[in-house]
C-alpha cells in the first residue's frame, strides 16, 4: 500500500473517553522521571513489515499514522509534534527484543503501540516494566499477557474469550468433530487449549490436532489428511490469515472443499480475501470491527483511512487507530507533567471509547463484543450465530 502523510481538517481527534489519575507516582524512576523536551514526541511500533504478515504490520502502522496525523492537526500534545518510530520486528522474539532494548534506551521514546505476535510481546514486556514505558498491542491475544506488568495493555480480547467463542460458534453451526490446525508458538497453542477447553464442554471430540511453523510451514497436505481420515467435519485454525489461504487452496486439491474451516480473529484480515480468493468463500472467524457498522465514528474513521491510503480499513487497522488514541489521550491528561510514569498511570484509569469498542483497562485487557464474520462473495459479513 502507498503510504501518504495525512492532512486532515479535523477539529479534534474523535474521543468519548474520560481520564484520570495522571498524578506523579512516588516509584517513578530516574528512566521515567524526565519531561518531553523539543517540539517534538516520540512513539515506537514494532510490527512485522517483511515476511508472510506484513501487510498486515503495514496495515497497523499506518493506522498509527493516521491517529498521530489526526491529532497533529488538532495541535498536537501541548503544542508539540507526535513522530513515530516504526521499527521491523520481522514475526521474531529476537528482533522484538533487540527493538524493545532500542526504545527504552532513547529517552524521547514515551510510549509504543507494539506486537502483532504475542511471542514478541512476551519477549518485550519485561523490557519495558523495567524502564517504565508503556506499550499497548492491538494483536497480541496470549491468556499469558493477562496482567503481566502494570506497563502492558491492549486493545485486542485474550485468547481465552476468543478461544471460549470459537467453541461456542462450532456448537451453534453443529460440528461434532473438528480438526485443529495450530500456529507452534504462544499465540497458536494459547489459542487451541482454550478453543479445546470449551469445544470439550459442548461435547465436540477433536478428532485430529497439528501444528505448523509460522512462515516456514508451506505443505499442509500431510495434516489435512490426517484431518481427513479423522472424519472432522470441519477445520479450526488457530493462526494467521496466511496459513489459512494455504489451508483453503490445498484442502481443495485434497478433495476436501465441502469442509468448513472456522478460525480466530487471528484470519480476519483483507489479506485473507485477497489471497484465498474464492478458497476462503464460508470461512467464519470473529471481529471487533466491520466497515458497515454504521456509527458515527466507525464511518469517521473509514472515510479518513480511505483518503489516506485508497482502502477500507480491516479490524487490525482499527484496533491499532484506538491503541494509538489511548496512548495519545492519555499524554494530552498529564499536561506540561509529561513522563513515562505519568503517562501509564493515564492509560491505567482511562476509559476510551474507540471504533473498537470500549477501552477501558483491567488487567492490561479489556472487555469487547467480538462479532461473528463469514466471506460471503467475497467480502465479510455479519452472521446471527445464536
Do not use: H
Not at 485486542?156 to 453443529?174: E, H, I, R
Not at 472456522?262 to 480468493?277: A, H, K, M, Q, T
Amino acid at each position: 500500500m502507498k503510504k501518504k502523510m495525512l492532512a486532515l481538517m479535523m477539529s479534534a481527534v474523535m474521543i468519548t473517553g474520560m481520564i484520570t489519575g495522571c498524578g506523579k507516582s512516588s516509584s517513578e524512576s530516574e528512566s521515567t522521571g524526565a519531561s518531553a523536551s523539543g517540539n517534538t514526541i516520540t512513539i515506537g511500533t514494532s510490527f512485522p513489515l517483511t515476511g508472510s504478515l506484513a501487510s498486515d504490520g503495514q496495515l497497523m502502522v499506518e493506522a498509527v499514522q493516521l491517529a498521530v496525523d489526526q491529532c497533529n492537526e488538532a495541535g498536537g500534545i501541548n503544542g508539540k509534534q507526535i513522530v513515530i518510530d516504526s521499527q521491523d520486528d520481522e514475526s521474531s522474539p529476537t528482533s522484538a527484543t533487540s527493538i524493545a532494548n532500542r526504545f527504552v534506551e532513547d529517552d524521547n521514546i514515551y510510549g509504543v503501540v507494539t506486537s502483532y505476535n504475542s511471542s514478541c510481546a512476551l519477549a518485550q514486556v519485561p523490557i519495558f516494566e523495567r524502564a517504565g514505558l508503556t506499550a499497548i498491542s492491538p494483536v497480541a491475544t496470549s491468556p499469558d499477557l493477562t496482567g503481566i506488568s502494570d506497563y502492558f495493555f491492549r486493545t485486542c480480547v485474550s485468547d481465552s474469550y476468543v478461544g471460549t467463542l470459537c467453541a461456542n460458534m462450532c456448537k451453534n453451526l453443529g460440528y461434532k468433530n473438528i480438526g485443529v490446525l495450530y500456529e507452534n508458538d504462544d499465540y497458536g497453542y494459547g489459542l487451541y487449549t482454550n478453543f479445546e477447553k470449551q469445544a470439550s464442554a459442548n461435547g465436540i471430540e477433536i478428532g485430529y490436532a497439528g501444528n505448523y511453523v509460522l512462515n516456514e510451514t508451506k505443505d499442509f497436505n500431510s495434516l489435512l489428511t490426517s484431518i481427513k481420515n479423522a472424519g472432522c467435519d470441519a477445520i479450526f485454525i488457530a493462526g494467521f490469515n496466511s496459513e489459512c489461504v494455504l489451508v483453503a487452496n490445498q484442502k481443495e486439491a485434497l478433495g476436501m472443499g465441502d469442509i468448513p474451516i472456522v478460525g480466530g480473529d487471528g484470519i480476519y484480515s483483507p489479506e485473507l480475501i485477497s489471497e484465498g480468493g474464492s478458497t476462503v468463500e464460508g470461512v467464519y472467524t470473529l471481529g471487533a470491527f466491520v466497515d458497515t457498522n454504521p456509527d458515527q465514528k466507525v464511518q469517521d474513521f473509514i472515510t479518513a483511512y480511505k483518503d489516506a491510503y485508497g482502502t477500507v480499513p480491516g479490524n487490525w487497522a482499527a484496533l491499532a487507530y484506538d491503541a494509538t488514541n489511548v496512548l495519545l489521550e492519555a499524554m494530552k491528561s498529564c499536561g506540561d507533567d509529561l513522563t513515562r510514569e505519568n503517562i501509564n498511570n493515564a492509560v491505567k484509569n482511562i476509559d476510551y471509547v474507540g471504533v473498537t469498542g470500549e477501552n477501558k483497562f483491567v488487567d492490561g485487557d479489556v472487555e469487547k463484543e467480538y462479532l461473528t464474520l463469514q466471506v460471503q462473495n467475497g467480502k465479510f459479513v455479519v452472521v446471527d450465530n445464536n
